[in-house]
């Protein structure tokens, strides 16, 4: 019974707490478990507040510094206790289901964010900077980071879209399908996905079907373990992108990460599909 | 193992299955030609080398197929020795730990990434080192007094698996996400792209170790009524278990190193053929090897054609499992009620 009050006090207070005037409790110790979320909070200027983060956030090179709490499935929930965090980071993509509550039970607020298109990139950005009480800094920085997709596409929006092709990785061949964040930076750069039409976000491709409907581009994502492999696309003399040399390879991190670096990534397609 | 049938095995009898199971992976392997996701022109193929037809037929479709037929061939024809070396029918590459082996030094590639030392030879190199380290451990903990003793190095190939398992545990949690998922896509056994460098390296390579077994075929019929048959009849045991184990765990390894760790093609296949052919080796090692040929030349067309339907690409490798398994559990069962095992 007496927890039972103490938690709807905990409750009201929690309510209050998201009332319209109150201004959002500053964090001041914030661990990230996706390597988005960090670039995202570096780029709300919080990036100094932040005391632990997961084995792959690697940018910006300040966040190299920061103490590893491990790989982003399965962190050590003691070394993030031992931080003494007052708000937790993860992103679905990355991260397993029990993972949340086993981190809510040490006693951190845990903000989950879960990324499917570009729209959920700007609102996850929105999101984050209200966890950290920087909403006017997110606000700014959504507004920002819109701005230079929208010049972008305005460069592009009155040219034909030219048929792209995003490979993940060339063996076995796996692309960027449609229902992804990746799916609309190849839009807003000016590019006509010619896997859009999967159902899945990223479909291991079939290579005759890549054949048939050529690709007049395609960029290959790098994934830092050395340069990917591409012969299994030069091999393929009827590609109008190999015959043209329109393939490129370009840093993963930028195409494949949703946070604020990847409008640098549709700035970048929009250049090698429209030069 | 019955080999009641081996009296049937005339020079006549050997080369009508031989010539009936070869024209049955060339059927296969020429209806996977013409079976795919794009439709294609063979006369348009034939005119135009520069064209569309051409390089979804010579550049994409027809080194995947020849890339099956071999891996298949050469996957059968090691469950087949593997078979008579262990005397039991439920014996497989991936049993002895060559499969382990390779799986987790083709992991280990990832580290360095696609690109590493030695371009796109990094992956197929490390697999195929990961099976001679496999075969090298099992052949040293297999052995009693020197002898090559079938249940030891059972035994010692299920534990060299388990070790593979969790280096591959292990180095999951040093490689990036699409490392990873890259690494996971190479596990589950796909024939994917192939380029038609490693489908000529491949052929030249399992061409020879099939000869050697196949030279062993009548020491198989030997072997597999028993150590003392066989010493009766004159076989050196040791030296012939020797080559092959050698001869199969050097076939098994090519195959994964080039297409991953497909599973149960070499106890589907065998099987099959056994019950068609009976259990001579002179009858049923050519016949897998042409019956292997053509089962993973169809499932993999199965698999790529299984693109039109989900719209990606399930790995071969998913598709044999899924046949072999239930496969090896009726096999596993009947022979539990005849108290065989």
């Known amino acids: 019974m007496k927890r039972l009050a103490c938690a709807l006090l905990l409750m009201m207070a929690a309510a209050c707490h998201r009332g319209p005037q109150a201004k959002p409790r500053e964090a001041r110790r914030i661990v990230s478990l996706a390597p988005s979320t960090t670039e995202i909070l570096f780029a709300l200027g919080v990036g100094d507040r932040v005391v632990g983060v997961d084995q792959y956030s690697d940018w910006p090179p300040a966040a190299a510094k920061i103490p590893r709490v491990g790989n982003d499935l399965t962190p050590s929930v003691e070394r993030i206790l031992a931080l003494k965090p007052d708000v937790i980071f993860i992103a679905t993509s990355a991260n397993s289901r029990e993972l949340p509550d086993e981190l809510e039970r040490i006693g951190a607020r845990v903000v989950i964010s879960q990324v499917e298109t570009l729209d959920d990139v700007w609102r996850d950005i929105t999101v984050t900077g209200d966890a950290v009480g920087r909403h006017d800094a997110a606000t700014a920085l959504v507004a920002g980071l819109r701005a230079r997709v929208a010049a972008t596409h305005a460069r592009v929006a009155s040219l034909p879209p030219v048929k792209a092709l995003v490979v993940v990785w060339a063996d076995p061949l796996t692309v960027v399908g449609g229902h992804s964040f990746v799916d609309d930076e190849i839009r807003a750069a000016g590019g006509d996905n010619i896997a859009g039409d999967s159902a899945q976000p990223y479909p291991q491709y079939s290579v005759e079907r890549m054949l048939a409907r050529a690709p007049e581009v395609i960029v290959v994502g790098s994934h830092k373990a050395g340069g990917p492999v591409l012969t299994p696309l030069t091999a393929h003399a009827s590609l109008p992108a190999v015959k043209n040399g329109r393939l490129h390879t370009v840093d993963g991190d930028l195409l494949f990460r949703p946070g604020p670096r990847l409008v640098d990534g549709i700035e970048l397609l929009a250049r090698l599909f429209h030069p | ?341």
């Not at chain 2, 080999?3 to 006549?12: F, G, H, L, V």
């Not at chain 2, 090691?78 to 390779?102: E, H, I, K, T």
């Not at chain 2, 009524?225 to 001869?247: K, N, S």
Request: proline share 4%; aromatic share 6%; with cysteine.
């Open chain 2, 1 to 341: 193992m019955s080999i009641s049938k081996a009296a049937r095995a005339t020079p006549a009898r050997v080369t009508a299955v031989t010539l009936a199971a070869f024209g049955l992976a060339v059927g296969a392997i020429l209806a996977s030609l013409v079976l795919g996701v794009e439709r294609v022109s063979l006369a348009r193929a034939l005119a135009d080398r520069g064209s569309l037809d051409a390089d979804i037929l010579f550049s994409a479709r027809a080194p995947r197929v020849l890339l099956g037929a071999l891996v298949g061939a050469a996957l059968s024809a090691a469950g087949v020795a593997f078979q008579a070396l262990l005397r039991n029918p439920l014996a497989d590459p991936y049993v002895l730990g060559v499969s382990g082996g390779a799986a987790a030094a083709g992991t280990a590639a990832a580290l360095l990434g696609g690109a590493g030392l030695l371009g796109i030879w990094t992956r197929p190199a490390f697999a195929f080192g990961g099976a001679l380290g496999a075969v090298a451990l099992v052949y040293a903990f297999g052995r009693v007094r020197g002898a090559l003793v079938p249940h030891v190095a059972l035994l010692a190939g299920v534990v060299v698996n388990a070790l593979a398992g969790a280096i591959i545990l292990a180095l999951r949690l040093f490689l990036a996400p699409f490392a990873l998922a890259d690494a996971l896509a190479w596990l589950t056994g796909a024939l994917g792209s192939v380029d038609v460098m490693r489908v000529g390296a491949l052929a030249v390579y399992a061409l020879v170790a099939l000869v050697v077994l196949a030279t062993r075929a009548v020491d198989m019929n030997a072997l597999s009524l028993g150590e003392e048959a066989a010493r009766t009849v004159g076989v050196d045991v040791e030296r012939t278990r020797r080559v092959i184990f050698f001869a199969a765990s050097l076939l098994t390894a090519a195959a994964v190193a080039f297409a991953g760790p497909i599973g149960f093609v070499g106890i589907v296949v065998p099987h099959a053929v056994r019950r068609l052919v009976g259990a001579d080796h002179r009858l049923l090692l050519p016949a897998s090897i042409c019956g292997g040929a053509a089962f993973l030349v169809l499932t993999d067309t199965a698999s790529r054609l299984a693109f039109l339907a989900l719209g990606t690409e399930p790995a071969v490798g998913i598709l044999t499992a899924l046949i072999g398994a239930p496969l090896f559990l009726v096999i596993l069962r009947r022979r539990v009620g005849e108290r065989a095992l």
